[in-house]
Structures are given as structure tokens and as C-alpha cells.
């Protein structure tokens, strides 16, 4: 049987032809054939699921009306503990919920568990596979949030990007995977790598479900996606590193330009100014800098736990001179601006999800840059599934806009999507 | 005996004529003997604090040498509980050490307890009471932090300002408050109120320890502050609320200004742009919009426990549309950039540090707009005591730097404190 989506789901829960019980069990079979392949989930109890569901059933109620909701393991639960994959945090639990866990609660979404991230959403990986070909890593740093959604086990799931640990991973697993404007989601309850970077994403399988979960984080009635929009003005833009991403992905952004132009679509070349073609830099200089000292705690009182790959990376964030943070965060105020105006005649910018397929092993989840670029410039992305590349396995294509203009982004994401 | 600085506690601790444990002991029986009026602390453990001396004796080394330090209840600390001044959090202790924390212990503080806070360093007031007169508030929401380090309980202490809750109380209570500059501090393991204006701050009696906390924050070497430098120029900025100051205030500031300018300092009258008179307005409607959702958890699932007042300002929150909050948002970057520009021509501004005196009674911890002005701007702010008001309380004035030129403001600030 097809999964559902989240927006499915809910319309045959109000329709009186499924319960949310039902639902979640279909789910949780699932999981229990898949997970000794995919390990999606950090931590998974399948009663307390059920019991969320049958109280969602019984309440009738709520924007999500008991759909199961996947959780990375960096968002505190009070009733899960949160391992952020790493030894420190082994089976700790949380005072409370973090504000998009008591959002998600208060719209009756069933905290379905949590799913496996990198060590404190960094770069030390998690068991999790691909679930399209389980030699190959799903991305991370949100590993579990991106299979688990892919491959069926949940319909929807939180995740977060500091670089690329969305966006990546959910066109790694071809699944739909958003990053909103940068402010817009509250980070309560969130370990906290870069105060300056750190987004909280979503993942499903269509827009309309991150469309209907957006709303539920902000605490807003839900904005549906519209397709009656105008054709919209699409800016190709190949980013810096354009050089770096692999044939089939250079390819497959080709021809979707070529194709949108053909439907209709304005389509124009859009390159960085000058003065932003090293931005990179800046995000790296910004990460190292503000990481080294928010994992202050981690790397001074417990540093026998912390994985060589992370702690090469604090300490090496110690060597970013303040004069060189502070030089990248007058850059990145500059980007944004200078992002904002690419604006100013386009709706939205088409450019690589990430290099190309998912890496083969799980040992590294993949290059994020193609997404660090738009985590520092704080506007919204998307990624949509776009077919498969030369090993089979699934591209995207990110679609990036203005600032603030979220609602307007998900809707031109829909007409590219129905032309994909 | 006089309260020793940090500076002079640690310079005799490194000469060899005084010891951590003394020092400490000294502002314990302080403690002692003040705290039944002062009411300071949320909670204080002697025993825990002497232990942690003598460890820095024997370690004899770091840059605090065994200082102790006040730490706001917001913050956490894995060997105390962090209560944020309400029920809910009565009695709990985090997991973890917040970063200002563990890099405090990495240069051998002692961290001394826990300070009283307005409840979620929000409106609703704790029992600290001015030193200077019990019958006044000591300003909040940072109220323990102000009283113990104005009371001589210890001589530095950490605080957070979202609106003025590091410089107000600061003012009140004579002594010196710093709010860094928006980004540079980190927060994480302190409780989030507003991601957009939520600043770790700090407080001492002279601007050296203020430098000398600072460098530990950071992790970076201390810079010790300029007394060498050229004649600032200043702007006297008198703000949108000028009229809502009291007139031994705004006398104070007139008075100020003109023997700096007798001294030899430029000084000129500073106005912002047309389009920035309303801006408190938008700085409500980022408190309003962020607060509501980052205290969903707390809103949602212990409502009760929530005082009357706070949940009244978060039910306003939720009234905030999201185009407003983008709105302000994009005010506020525009904020920034014109009050950057500023600092073309000067070194630091000059305004008050809060409307006058601290009220009388415990209930309101006062007007927090003349900070909430700049906590917007994310420019860095120090306090200065300058004197007495009509009612004998203390007053104070504020400078204000330009972004990312803290250094320069603390020396700047030097300046002016040695002319005031």
C-alpha cells in the first residue's frame, strides 16, 4: 500500500474513512519491516505513538489530527530522550518540548520519534542508509528525518541546516525538504550549533504537507499552496562552485532550464557580484567561530566524547580570529542584500539540491555547499525530487526566494514541480 | 572592608597576598550579612562555591584565578538548578553547563550561584530589592546580577537583555553594565526569549573586569582597556523618548554632554532618520511575534504556572500577523545599517540609561526603552554610574558603540568615565 501524505491522511481522518490509530500502525509496520535496513530512528516507542494517536482520535481536533511526525535527535522531547548521537547525551531526557515539538502537539500531531542525526548535527555520522540503495548514505545531518520520509515510515519530519543538512539529505532520499527564511521558526528546545545559521526544515513528500506543517510552527492557519499562479521569472543561477557539482547534475539543471523556458517561463542567467564569489568562506569562517564556543560545554568537560571529526573541527574554529568573524558577518549582511535585489526581477532562483547522487558508504553524507551559500544568505529553499542520476539513485533541484517570501516560494515550487 | 574588583582580586591572587578561598569567604559573609534585605539569590551553595575556590588555588592558574561569579537563573549550570523565577522550572537542574559557563570555568571562575530573575526574564518580578534603598526595585529582568555585584556579594555577574534588562538594572543598582555586540556572545543554555534581540550581558563595578569577562566569553586573550586613546567624538543622542525621561535625567545627560565638550571632546546632537522615530514599534512586534512561539511549551502545557502578566503579553504575541513581524524585520535591518552610519563621523553615542531613578516598590522593574532602542540596533551599550537623582538613587549614562567595536567602546567609555 502507498504511503499517505500528510494532507491525505488528514482528509480521510476528517472524512471519517481512517483513524489516526490506523494510520500510525500502518506507519509503525512499516518501520518494523524497513528499519533493519534503513535505522531511521534513534528512538521509537511504539505504544507512547499509539497512545498519541488514539488521544488525537478521541479529540477529534487539531490542524494534523494525529499524523506521526518524525523528530531529529537534536530537538528536545519531554517524553523521548534526545541523544544527539552522541555519547555525552546517551539517553538523557529533556525538561520540556521544544516550541515546534509543543506547536506540533498543540495541532494533535502524534511525536512519532526521533530520528537519527550526525553527532550535534555536524559531520560524525549516524547507522542510517539510503533507502533507495542502502550502500549509499541518505545525506545528513538530518539522516533519519530524510529516510524515514522517503521511504514511507512517516509522512513528515523536522530537521535542521547550519550548511546543507536539509536540503541535502532530502534530495539525497528524493523527498521534498524546505529551509524557511532565516527567524521565521522558533529554535527553542533546539541544540544550537551557529546561533547566525542554524534553521529549523521540514521534510515530506509533496509541498502541500510542508505547506500544512509551516503553518503549524509558526502557529498560523495554513496557507494552501496555489497553482494559479503567474509563469514565473526563474533565475539560473550556478552559484560559485558550479564547477564542483557532477555531470548529471550540471546536466539535469541544464535541460530544467531549458524545459521551464520552453513551458513558458522567463528563465535568465544570475551570477553573485563579484565581492561574493568567496562566501563560502565567510560561512565557514562564521561556523567555526560560533561552534567552537557553543559546544563550550561538550569540548571542555567532556572531550574524551566528543568525536575526532568534530573536535578537529572546534578546534580549528578556535583559529578564526574575531576580526575574521566579524568581517564575514559584515559580508553576509551585504549578501543578504545583495540576494534580496536578485529579487527584484525574478520569483525565484533554480540551482543545484546538492552535487550530484548520494555518495556511496555512510561514513561521509556529502557535500553541503550548494546549500551553506542560501543558509547564509537566510532566504528559503526547496528541494524537489527530479528524477535519477547516473548510479540510480535520486537529484534534485533547489529552488531558492526572496527573504520573508516563503508562502510565495512553496507556490512557485508547485508550478515548477507540475513541469519537472 | 571595600569589595575587591576582579582586577584587584585577581592581581593579589597572582602576588601571592590573597587566596580564591579568602576572597571568596569575604563575599559569602557579604552575603550573609546583606542578603536578608538584598535578596539576590535564587539559589547559593557555600559549600560548593568554597570547593570550587580551592580548586582554583590549587590549579593557580586561568584568567579569573577563582573571581566568583553571579550568574542569572536563566542560565544553566549542571551542579545548580535553574529555576527562570517560576514554578515550572522549580527545582530542575540541566544537564549541561551553558557556554558562558563552561568557558567561565575554563578560566578557573567560581561560579558562585544563581541570581534572581523576572520570571523567564520577562515583566513579572522576583524579591531582589534595590542595595542602594530597599523600597525601590533594583530594575530587571538581570535583578539578582545588579544587586549582588552593586552589594559587593561578588564582583562580576553574568545577565541577558532582550529589551534593558542588563543596562537598566545596572543603572539602577550604580553599577557597570555591557551589552555586547548582537552575535558575538553565545547563548546557547540560556533560556530563549526573543532569537532576534536576546543578548548575553555583563556586569561589574569598573569597565577593566568588564574587559577582563568579556575576553573570557569569547575565549580570547583580554584586551585591556585603552586609557590612551584620542579625544572621542560624540553624539548625544537623545532618542525618539527623550520627553519620556525624567528631568533629573535628562539634565544629567545635558549637563554631560557639555563638560565632555569643556573637556575637549567634538560633541554634536545626533537624531535618527525620519523613518526610524517609530522603531520601539517594530521592536514589540519582534519581542511579541518571537516570545509567543519560543514559550509555546511553557504557554501550552503549563499554563497555570504561567504568571498573569507574562501570559497576557503572549496572547498580545500571537496577535502579531506575520507580515507585521517581516515588516519589523526588515525595519530592523534598515535600523542597523543607518545607525552603522552614524559612526562615519563618531565614536560613540551618548543617551540615557534608563528614564531616571529606579521606581519605587518591587512590582515595576521599570521602563526598559531607552535599551530596547539599541538591543534592536545590536550595537554594543555600556552604563555608566554618573551620580544620584532627586530621590538619592543612582544614575546612570549610556554609550553606545559601533557594531563589532566593542574595544573600542569599553576605552572609549574609559574616556568618559574618568571626565564624568
Known amino acids: 500500500m502507498k504511503a499517505l501524505t500528510a494532507t491525505e491522511a488528514v482528509a480521510a481522518i476528517e472524512a471519517g474513512t481512517l483513524t489516526a490509530e490506523a494510520h500510525v500502525r500502518q506507519c509503525l509496520d512499516r518501520i518494523a519491516e524497513r528499519e533493519p535496513v534503513v535505522k531511521a530512528w534513534a528512538h521509537l516507542d511504539p505504544e507512547l505513538a499509539l497512545a498519541q494517536a488514539k488521544a488525537a482520535d478521541a479529540a477529534s481536533a487539531g490542524v494534523l489530527r494525529g499524523i506521526p511526525l518524525g523528530v531529529k535527535d537534536i530537538i528536545d522531547t519531554h517524553d523521548m530522550p534526545t541523544g544527539h548521537n552522541s555519547p555525552i547525551f546517551a539517553g538523557t531526557q529533556s525538561f520540556g518540548d521544544a516550541a515546534c515539538i509543543a506547536l506540533s502537539r498543540d495541532a494533535n500531531a502524534v511525536i512519532m520519534g526521533k530520528t537519527v542525526t550526525t553527532e550535534f548535527a555536524n559531520r560524525h555520522p549516524g547507522p542510517t542508509t539510503n533507502p533507495h540503495n542502502a550502500a549509499h548514505t541518505p545525506g545528513g545531518s538530518s539522516s533519519g528525518s ?199 526581477e525574478l520569483d525565484v532562483l533554480l540551482c543545484p539540491s546538492a552535487p550530484g547522487e548520494a555518495p556511496k558508504g555512510i561514513e561521509f553524507t556529502g557535500d553541503p555547499r550548494f546549500n551553506s551559500i542560501w543558509t547564509l544568505a537566510g532566504t528559503p529553499c526547496v528541494t524537489l525530487p527530479a528524477g535519477t542520476g547516473d548510479m540510480g539513485l535520486p537529484l534534485g533541484v533547489q529552488l531558492v526566494g526572496c527573504r520573508y517570501e516563503d508562502d510565495k516560494l512553496l507556490s512557485t515550487a508547485a508550478w515548477v514541480a507540475a513541469r519537472l
Open 146 to 344: 530524510a529516510a524515514a520520509v522517503a521511504d514511507g515510515h512517516v509522512p513528515l519530519a523536522f530537521g535542521t541546516q547550519t550548511g546543507g543538512s536539509v536540503i541535502r539529505p532530502a534530495a539525497y532520499c528524493g523527498v521534498v525538504g524546505y529551509k524557511p527564511s532565516f527567524g521565521e521558526f522558533s529554535r527553542v528546545g533546539i541544540k544550537m550549533q551557529c546561533h547566525s545559521l542554524d534553521t529549523l526544515g521540514l521534510m515530506a513528500r509533496t509541498l502541500d504537507d510542508i505547506a500544512l506543517l509551516r503553518a503549524v510552527v509558526l502557529a498560523l492557519p495554513p496557507v494552501p499552496v496555489r497553482r494559479d499562479g503567474a509563469t514565473p521569472r526563474i533565475g539560473f543561477c550556478r552559484t560559485p562552485i558550479w564547477d564542483d557539482a557532477e555531470a548529471d547534475t550540471r546536466e539535469l539543471l541544464e535541460r530544467t532550464a531549458s524545459s521551464l523556458a520552453a513551458t513558458g517561463a522567463t528563465v535568465v542567467d544570475v551570477s553573485f557580484a563579484p565581492p561574493f564569489h568567496g562566501i563560502l568562506e565567510d560561512h565557514a569562517a562564521i561556523m567555526g567561530f560560533e561552534s567552537t564556543r557553543n559546544y563550550a560545554d561538550e569540548r571542555l568537560r567532556n572531550p574524551d566524547k566528543v568525536s575526532a571529526e568534530l573536535m578537529d573541527g572546534l578546534t580549528r574554529g578556535l583559529d578564526v580570529p574575531l576580526e575574521r568573524y566579524v568581517a564575514a558577518q559584515r559580508k553576509a549582511a551585504a549578501f543578504k542584500a545583495h540576494v534580496d535585489s536578485l529579487f527584484d
